[in-house]
T-cell receptor, first 114, second 113 residues
């Protein structure tokens, strides 16, 4: 079965510092991995995806993610955090065995401190 | 660009009532997915439709049903509502010939009182 894990419920980082939000995955076959951000009372906004190709994926709002096959990880990163980045971040894997539904991680709340 | 439209944005119902949530996918998208996100929870897959046929089923209660119509919009019908059904319900759409990601609507917040 496909799954993703986000080991941290919350990550705190000072504004201007680099941030990392962790995600590990477990899939059979090639992984199709995604990051979404959710602001309070809002929908899920797409940040970036890894399908194939370069291990470093660049996405929206200055975010990037590094795909590491040996560590089965897909950590979200940003070189310099902004207070406005404070939100809930979800890692997801797409179930390619059938109907392509998403399986989400439990989410990580990012808090950027001014 | 057109996005996934969900209506209503907010809905308040009493226990044992019925609710209908609507989802209008992005034009030419052939697949619709429904997710339920409880308070402080990650989104959980409920059901999906491909070309108007149910394609997958997740943790959807028997009290819930859904369908996709000829114009590709989808409706999630929820009967005998319980307090625990209070959640944010997301719809997403995709095109199977596309790049594997899909687009979420803004969600319908259902509150059962």
């Amino acid at each position: 079965a496909q799954s993703v894990a986000q080991p941290e419920d919350q990550v705190n980082v000072a504004e201007g510092n680099p941030l990392t939000v962790k995600c590990t995955y477990s899939v059979s076959g090639n992984p199709y991995l995604f990051w979404y951000v959710q602001y309070p009372n809002r929908g899920l906004q797409f940040l970036l995806k890894y399908i194939t190709g370069d291990n470093l994926v660049k996405g929206s709002y200055g975010f990037e993610a590094e795909f590491n096959k040996s560590q089965t990880s897909f950590h979200l990163k940003k070189p310099s955090a902004l207070v406005s980045d404070s939100a809930l971040y979800f890692c997801a894997v797409r179930d390619m065995s059938g109907t392509y539904k998403y399986i989400f991680g439990t989410g990580t709340r990012l808090k950027v401190l001014a | 660009a057109a996005g996934v439209i969900q209506s209503p944005r907010h809905l308040i119902k009493e226990k044992r009532e019925t609710a209908t949530l609507k989802c209008y996918p992005i034009p030419r998208h052939d697949t619709v997915y429904w997710y339920q996100q409880g308070p402080g929870q990650d989104p959980q897959f409920l059901i999906s439709f491909y070309e108007k046929m149910q394609s997958d089923k997740g943790s959807i209660p028997d009290r819930f049903s859904a369908q996709q119509f000829s114009d590709y919009h989808s409706e999630l019908n929820m009967s005998s509502l319980e307090l625990g059904d209070s959640a944010l319900y997301f719809c997403a759409s995709s095109w199977t010939g596309g790049s594997y990601g899909y687009t979420f609507g803004s969600g319908t917040r259902l509150t059962v009182v």
